[in-house]
Every structure is written in structure tokens, then in C-alpha cells.
């Protein structure tokens, strides 16, 4: 933490899809160099876990621990931007998943890279195809640059929408017929088929305001929720999001996982979701809530939320307009999340054809 030590350079300081590193969260002090690798700018680093291979430019010089390979004094053969494309190419990325996927520990290993053999094109001709696969990254920088200031503005008046200052506020406690917590659901018991169910870190990481269809499905479930029903995730990793929440509407009867609570109501499932996703209600979430590796809510706790509870003519006629916003910021079937995906998938698709060479070791 030594604000005059050497950039510690993390995963956890690159943001998934960015194409450079600029700042680190942590320093190391400088007699810890020696102990680790330096690198500059310019250096490409690739990670060896997780997604094996994601390319990044450093923009800052810094220390790499053992999560991390580099490539450097590359510029005689090529440009750092078509290097930056042809590494995250399609090809490239499985070639280097199915060779760190050979011994019985899957890691990418310095031996590995240096075994890939790359196309090496004249400088250019890399030139121009940096120029036209630029041209597509930067139209989809700009629609997700309007993606965001669009869910910013659609924050805004949800939360405007729904501060409702004239209607009676309830406490969840009070609007709920029933609250209850899920039975463990292991990662060993999710299987290809068998009843749907939910895991907690999958309302997290897999659904919104409401979903329909679960992701996993199990044979060993003992709780249950069903269509209607609001789902807690109350154990997370950031007091800012714990005890995030969503509606089910889809058909089946549901197995649902531990450090999950299942509220039951005869409110407008769609509205309940809406305004438990507020700012004001996310801070009723956090209240009382310490800052640690794991954060956890409780039933008692989600009692004392309190939300606006109009009638469910009103309710209906909210649900209808966030319903139109939420769909162009989210929906992947059509607005612009749509749009930034056709642009990412056209992207893909003229990298790897401009990028298909016939490659030889350099």
C-alpha cells in the first residue's frame, strides 16, 4: 500500500474487455522487485488462470506475480495493436485453451506461448488491418458509451418513478405471506437435467429484475419457490450489492439453494422486484452491514425494507414503463445491448478473417 512503492499488478485490475492497464490497486515496496518480474510499458501480459491468454497493453510499469506471463521487444515484428487483435483472435485463444488444458492441471505455461506459432504479415499490412478492425471497436465503444449514459438516465427515473412520496410505505415484513431460506444446493448436485433450481451466486451473475427460465437444474432439493415469488441472494462479497433480488415468472416449481430467501405476496411480482432494486431500498439492504470477504443479510433483516405499495392497478400501470426501459437497456433481442452485440459479433467475425494467415514460428 506504499504510494511511493512499484505497481502490484493484479487480475483483479483489469476490467473484462478493456485493452490496457493503467493504474493498479496495490504497490509493492521496491526491494520486492527482485522477487517478481518488472515490466513496461508497452508489454503485453496475458493471464495463466481463469481466461487463459486475455491480452493486455501496459500503459504503467510495474511487478507481474506467477498469474501473469509477458511478451515484450515484439516491435520488430509487429505493431502493438495488431498483436493486441491477432492474441485475442479466436484461434489463438483455443489454441492456447487446448494447450493449457493437456496435463492434468490446466495452466498456460512461458513454453506454450512461445510454441505458438504466429502469422507475421508485412508492417503495413498489419497497419491497415488495425484500421479496420479500430473502425468496428470504436462504433461499439461509442454504443456502450450510450448504453451506459441510457442506464444512468433509466436509474434515474426508475428511482424517480418509484419514490411514489403520496403512497403508504410497508415493510416487507408486513406485505410478505411468507418468508423462508433455502436448503444447500452443492455444485456437485447440479445436473444436466432434473428440477430447475437456483444457486445464490446465480441471482448475481445470471439474472435481473425477473427471469423465467433457470439456468441448472437438480435432483437433490428439499425448499422450493414458484411462480411469483421474490428470491434473495443474502450472502455476497460487497455490502453495496448484498441481498440483491429478483422475481421468478416462469411455470415450474423450483428447487432453491441456500443463503436464498423466498418471499411469497399477492403483489405485482414484476413491482416488488422494481422497487427492492432502487437505490433507496439497495441502502436499506446495506444497513448495518460491515465490509468484509463475505457479506450476509437475514430475514429479520429483509423484514424491515420498507417499499411504496400502490395499488396493483398502479402497480401494473409502473411495471409497464419500466418494463420498456428496462428492455432497451438490457434486452440482448433487441435496443442497443442488441445492437453492441451484432457490433461485437461483426468485430469477431472480420478479426478472425482478416487474421487467418498461413503462420509460421517466429
Request: proline fraction near 5%; glycine fraction near 6%.
Amino acid at each position: 500500500s506504499d504510494p511511493d512503492g512499484v505497481n502490484w499488478i493484479k487480475i483483479g485490475d483489469v476490467v473484462p474487455g478493456d485493452k490496457y492497464i493503467t493504474s493498479t490497486k496495490e504497490k509493492i515496496i521496491a526491494s520486492g522487485v527482485s522477487k517478481s518480474r518488472l515490466v513496461k510499458p508497452g508489454d503485453f501480459i496475458l493471464s495463466n488462470s481463469m481466461s487463459f491468454g486475455r491480452p493486455y497493453i501496459l500503459r504503467i510499469e510495474g511487478c507481474i506475480h506467477d498469474g501473469w506471463l509477458a511478451i515484450s521487444d515484439y516491435y520488430d515484428n509487429f505493431t502493438p495493436d495488431f498483436l493486441f487483435h491477432l492474441l485475442g483472435s479466436n484461434i489463438i485463444q483455443r489454441t492456447m485453451a487446448q494447450r493449457a488444458s493437456n496435463g492434468t492441471v490446466s495452466n498456460l505455461n512461458a513454453d506454450i506461448v512461445k510454441s505458438i506459432k504466429l502469422p507475421l504479415p508485412p508492417l503495413p499490412v498489419q497497419h491497415e488491418i488495425v484500421r479496420i478492425l479500430d473502425n468496428f471497436t470504436e462504433l461499439t465503444a461509442e454504443l456502450t458509451a450510450e448504453l451506459t449514459a441510457r442506464k444512468k438516465q433509466y436509474e434515474y427515473y426508475r428511482d424517480e418513478l418509484l419514490s411514489l412520496p403520496d403512497v403508504q410505505r410497508l415493510t416487507l415484513g408486513e406485505i410478505a405471506k411468507d418468508m423462508y431460506r433455502g436448503a444447500g444446493i452443492t455444485r456437485a448436485e447440479v445436473t444436466d437435467d432434473g428440477v430447475p433450481c437456483v444457486r445464490y451466486g446465480e441471482i448475481y451473475t445470471t439474472y435481473g429484475i425477473w427471469f423465467k427460465t433457470c439456468v441448472s437444474h437438480t435432483k437433490s432439493g428439499t425448499k422450493t419457490f414458484e411462480h411469483g415469488d421474490i428470491l434473495f441472494a443474502i450472502t455476497g462479497e460487497s455490502v453495496e450489492e448484498i441481498a440483491k433480488s429478483c422475481a421468478y415468472l416462469g411455470p415450474d416449481k423450483c428447487f432453491v439453494g441456500g443463503d436464498i430467501v423466498v418471499m411469497k405476496h399477492k403483489q405485482n411480482p414484476k413491482y416488488i422486484s422494481y422497487a427492492l432494486s432502487t437505490l433507496d431500498a439497495q441502502a436499506q439492504k446495506s444497513k448495518g452491514k460491515v465490509k468484509s470477504k463475505v457479506v450476509h443479510s437475514s430475514v429479520p433483516s429483509l423484514k424491515e425494507i420498507t417499499i411504496p405499495l400502490p395499488p396493483l392497478e398502479e402497480q401494473a400501470r409502473i411495471v409497464a414503463i419500466l418494463d420498456r426501459f428496462d428492455a432497451l437497456c438490457n434486452d440482448l433481442t433487441s435496443g442497443l445491448p442488441a445492437e453492441i452485440e451484432a457490433r461485437r459479433k461483426q468485430y469477431e467475425y472480420y478479426r478472425d478473417k482478416l487474421l487467418t494467415f498461413k503462420a509460421k514460428a517466429i
